[in-house]
Each structure stands twice: as C-alpha cells, then as structure tokens.
C-alpha cells in the first residue's frame, strides 16, 4: 500500500472511444503527476500538478486531457487515442515538487 | 540534452553483492534518486542524494560523486526478492525527475 491508489487497474478500448484513469492519494501531498511506462523506454513524464495547478506539460499530445479538483485527486482523460498509446499510466505524488514521490500501480492501458 | 545511462540487465547470486552503477548529463542537477520496482508494482523510492558521498540505509547504499556525474546502487546480502527492476532518476534544475530505462535484476539462489 504506497497511500496512492488509481482506478482501473487494466483498460481496453477502442480508438473512438472517451475514458478516464483516476488517481488519488492519501498523503496528504501537494504535487501530483502523470507518467508514462512503455517497455525498454524511461518513465515519461506527462504533466505535473502542484497546488492543484498544472506546472508543467512536457508536450503531450491533446488527446490526453488532465485534470485536477484538489490536491488529492488526479483524473487523465482519454479520447481518440492511437495504439501506441497503449502503456502503463502511472500517477505519483510528492510533498512538495520535486521531492521523493510515491507511486500508484498504474493503469495497464490497452488501445485496439 | 538530457541523458541518464544504466545497465539493462544484470544477474547475480543469493547473498552475494551487486552494484548498480548510473551515469547523467542533464541540464541542472538537484539530486538522485534510485527506486525499485517489481514486474507489475509501483516503483518504490530508495534513495536520495544531493551531496556526494555514500548513504547507507541497510542492505542498500546510494553513492553519488556529481564532478563525475555517476551514481550508484548497492545491495548487499542478496535476497531471492531483490529480483526487480531499479531505477535511477536525476532531478534537473526545474525539479523534474529524468529516469533512466532502469536495470532490471535477477537473483538466483
């Protein structure tokens, strides 16, 4: 139990379709960020979100849309994505930006 | 640009001793990171260096010498689940974390 949880563990879906991956901490962290981990490649970073802000988008694609309500929640919305998007999505947490973060188990996406 | 290079894989034995060696060049430095992460797991955080020198935390130590920019990971008294994959990560100088690829480890009895 690392104090971040994200829903759902495993997606599938089709290239037309609208998902979201939700991620939520228990840590009571102020920083909050979107990875992605694709096989032989570094962990990616995707968006970081501090104070509930987005400070940073590191060129993502406008098919994935973040979002964060409060500092405890981060939601990744999905649509029209491609097969090469089909990774594992982890969040993470940190107390302050930059510090020691705390990852979920990821979201194992699957496009078809 | 940015550059963190590990090892892909390594094997060792049963309580034998393994290090785990990380080079970067990266724009900015504040820091570095080693997690480790089993197949299907979170990565887990086990260390953290900003100064140079070596950070000992039971079996695992951190090393870090930024004039070379190299780093390292030891385990020692291997155990049959250190089998994972541990990765470096450099904090450059607008607090990002850079991951490498990561090293993934077996350990055989």
């Known amino acids: 139990e690392t104090g971040v949880t994200q829903t759902p563990r495993h997606l599938v879906m089709g290239m037309t379709n609208k998902k979201s991956l939700k991620c939520e901490q228990h840590?009571?962290?102020?920083?909050m960020y979107w990875y992605k981990q694709s096989a032989k490649k570094p962990l990616e970073l995707m968006f970081v979100?501090?104070?509930?802000?987005?400070?940073e988008n590191n060129s993502v694609p406008s098919r994935f849309s973040p979002e964060c309500p409060n500092s405890s929640h981060l939601f990744l919305h999905l649509h029209t994505l491609q097969p090469e998007d089909s990774a594992l999505y982890l969040c993470?947490?940190?107390?302050?930006?930059?510090?020691?973060?705390?990852f979920g188990d990821g979201t194992r996406l699957s496009i078809l | 640009g940015q550059n963190i290079d590990q090892p892909t894989e390594m094997t060792a034995t049963e309580g034998a001793i393994v290090q785990i060696n990380c080079t970067y060049q990266t724009s900015g430095f504040n820091g570095l990171f080693w997690y480790q992460q089993h197949a299907g797991e979170a990565p887990t955080f086990l260390s953290y260096n900003v100064l140079d020198g070596l950070e000992e935390k039971g079996r695992f130590s951190s090393f870090l010498s930024r004039s070379k920019g190299y780093s390292y990971l030891l385990l020692k008294e291997l155990q049959m689940k250190d089998s994972a994959s541990y990765l470096c990560a450099v904090r450059d100088d607008t607090d990002k974390l850079i991951f490498g690829t990561g090293t993934r480890l077996q350990v055989f009895p």
């Open positions: 840590l009571g962290h102020n920083a």
């Open positions: 993470a947490s940190s107390q302050e930006r930059g510090g020691p973060q705390h």
């Open positions: 979100y501090n104070f509930k802000e987005q400070t």
